[in-house]
């Protein structure tokens, strides 16, 4: 069974300021990987896939994650943070098997 | 938005009491599941379903069941509810997409048991 973690249970950034989200997972086999998104009272909204090929990833609002299979790992980054992303964020595993296993969060507190 | 509703979206009930959460979609996407969400837990799956009467648990599926009648309704039941089942439930679908396949949510049911 595969399993997930994160690293970081709470980030707290500066407005414009980098921010690094770590996470890593543990599988036998190989993975597809996703990172989710939930602003405050709402659902999840996925930020980016990792499926196969290119192992950097952009998806939505400016983020990016990088998949290393040696250090299995998938850590998502943005390089300018501003108030809006103020989120819980989500790392998640697949093998393929139409099933989900997620990480415990980062909460991300972007401050002025 | 993937045409995932929840009903209702919050309620609050007391231990011992049976509740029914409903999932719907208008897609007829054959892979609908239901999360429970913790702090300090992430999501974790409670049932699964991949097509009308097949259904599977997941990780904490004690104390829950489960139906699919249709394609686009799939049921989450707490038959006596207890109070470390307060919790926010989530459903979700899964779509296929280029290569393996992707989960979207709906908008959750916050449930409280008192």
């Known amino acids: 069974a595969q399993s997930v973690t994160q690293l970081d249970s709470q980030v707290p950034v500066f407005e414009e300021a980098p921010v690094e989200l770590r996470c890593n997972y543990s599988?036998?086999?190989?993975?597809?990987l996703f990172w989710y998104v939930q602003y405050p009272n709402q659902g999840l909204q996925l930020l980016l896939k990792y499926l196969s090929g290119s192992t950097l990833v952009k998806g939505i609002n400016g983020f990016e994650a990088e998949f290393n299979k040696s250090q299995t790992s998938f850590h998502l980054r943005k390089p300018s943070v501003h108030i809006s992303d103020t989120a819980e964020y989500f790392c998640a595993v697949s093998v393929g098997d139409y099933k989900l296993s997620f990480g415990a969060g980062t909460t991300v507190t972007v401050r002025a | 938005d993937a045409g995932i509703t929840q009903s209702p979206r919050h309620k609050v009930t007391e231990t011992g009491t049976p509740v029914t959460l409903r999932c719907h979609q208008t897609e007829n996407h054959r892979y609908m599941y239901w999360y429970r969400q913790d702090p300090g837990h992430g999501l974790r799956l409670i049932h699964y379903s991949y097509g009308v009467k097949d259904t599977d648990k997941g990780e904490v599926s004690d104390g829950y069941s489960v139906s699919r009648s249709k394609t686009e309704d799939f049921l989450l039941t707490l038959e006596s509810a207890t109070s470390s089942q307060t919790s926010v439930y989530f459903c979700?679908?899964?779509?296929?997409?280029?290569?393996?396949?992707?989960?979207?949510f709906g908008p959750g049911t916050r449930l409280t048991v008192l």
């Open positions: 599988s036998s086999v190989s993975v597809y």
């Open positions: 979700a679908i899964s779509v296929k997409a280029s290569e393996g396949n992707e989960q979207f």
